[in-house]
């Protein structure tokens, strides 16, 4: 059984650097396992982000945060200003350490960094993801809404538009 996060010595959160490409890569693809079978099939490939997108991803402005224990980074996630908001994007645990609240640390790690409205999109089949950010307080979004900002925020495919929601923080007003 995993010890509880706030007894475990040598943990911090940090940005990502250059150095950490490789290991942010293999988290993103061993955790994105956990969507094979479950989204839609012509949305799953293997790897599910290629080394060329991670790039694309960075270049686009993506920041990358870990969360470290003992020197080895166990969980990332990614925040992007985007216009007026603040999007949390591409967030993984290795597979062996999630469900300890490494997640939940970098996500209020994030959300301390902004003063601006925290929107994230996930899977619509991705239950797990769904619970764990209303868990942190994010609602999700009308249908409606959720087309209107994922083509106003992401630069995505329409195919993913249809397939995925979108959850936004609490500073987010209901009728924006
Ligand atoms: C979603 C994810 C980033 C959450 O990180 P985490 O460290 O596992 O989450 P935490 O431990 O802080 O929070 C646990 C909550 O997340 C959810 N959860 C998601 N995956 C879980 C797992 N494998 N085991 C247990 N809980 C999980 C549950 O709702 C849980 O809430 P509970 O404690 O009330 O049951 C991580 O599980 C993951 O990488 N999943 C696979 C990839 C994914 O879905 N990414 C989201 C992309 S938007």
């Not at 470290?68 to 990332?76: D, I, M, R, S, T």
């Not at 979004?141 to 923080?169: C, F, G, H, M, N």
């Amino acid at each position: 059984m995993a010890r509880p996060l706030r007894e475990r010595k040598g943990t911090m959160i940090r940005q990502c650097h250059d150095r950490d490409f490789n290991v942010i890569y293999t988290i993103i693809n061993n955790a994105a396992h956990a969507y094979k079978g479950i989204i839609p099939a012509d949305r799953w490939h293997e790897p599910y982000m290629s080394q060329d997108e991670l790039k694309e991803e960075l270049q686009a402005g993506v920041t990358f945060w870990g969360y470290e224990e003992e020197g080895e980074l166990l969980g990332v996630m990614g925040i992007q200003p985007v216009q007026d908001v603040t999007l949390i994007r591409h967030a993984y645990v290795r597979p062996a350490s999630q469900g300890q609240g490494i997640g939940g640390t970098l996500l209020t790690a994030l959300h301390q960094q902004t003063t601006r409205p925290i929107l994230v999109g996930t899977w619509a089949d991705a239950a797990w993801a769904i619970r764990f950010y209303e868990k942190h307080g994010f609602r999700t979004l009308s249908p409606a809404e959720k087309d209107r900002l994922l083509r106003r925020y992401w630069s995505i495919p329409e195919r993913q538009v249809e397939t995925s929601i979108v959850l936004a923080d609490s500073s987010w007003p209901e009728n924006k």
